[in-house]
């Protein structure tokens, strides 16, 4: 296991779940103390990598007994997201790419996959995304494609 300080360090002390500041001083025994959140990512269909991040220990996936969670912010105009841990296992697996949102304008479809691949660079951050915002049915569809 990296060193918390390593980890915390190269994740400018953001917990990858929730997004929000970690204390680096904060005691590792507090629930918003920082931990190192270890996870399997997907590479392929029989492929997976131990991917290391910051966590607050009270979001941490313990070892990925929990499945991580990514929420989309409410600050998003997004709809009918899709789950993003779900979607993107299943691209590294499969490749290809999937629509995971829609959104009602362009400025708001820009706005969610800056945010996206922001996020993705921290779950998965040896896969290569590309997110394209694609207009369709009078709304524009957030499409996440694995490179
Ligand atoms: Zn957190």
């Not at 025994?29 to 920082?34: A, I, L, Q």
């Not at 979001?59 to 990514?70: D, H, L, Y």
């Not at 899709?82 to 499969?94: E, W």
């Not at 790419?97 to 660079?121: K, Q, T, V």
């Amino acid at each position: 296991m990296s060193d918390l300080n390593e980890v915390g360090e190269r994740d400018n002390w953001i917990c990858w779940l929730c997004d929000t500041p970690v204390d680096p001083d904060a005691s590792v025994n507090s629930d918003r103390g920082p931990s190192v959140d270890s996870f399997e990512v997907a590479r392929s269909k029989k492929k997976s990598d131990t991917v290391e991040r910051l966590a607050h220990r009270s979001c941490n996936t313990m070892k990925g007994k929990i499945a991580p969670v990514v929420p989309w912010p409410e600050h998003l105009l997004v709809v009918d997201p899709s789950p993003i841990v779900a979607t993107v296992d299943r691209l590294n697996k499969k490749g290809g790419r999937e629509a995971i949102a829609r959104c009602p304008s362009r400025e708001d479809g820009l706005e969610a996959a800056s945010w996206l691949l922001d996020r993705l660079s921290r779950y998965s951050p040896e896969s290569n995304f590309d997110v394209e915002v694609v207009p369709g049915g009078g709304q524009f569809l957030l499409m996440l494609k694995a490179a």
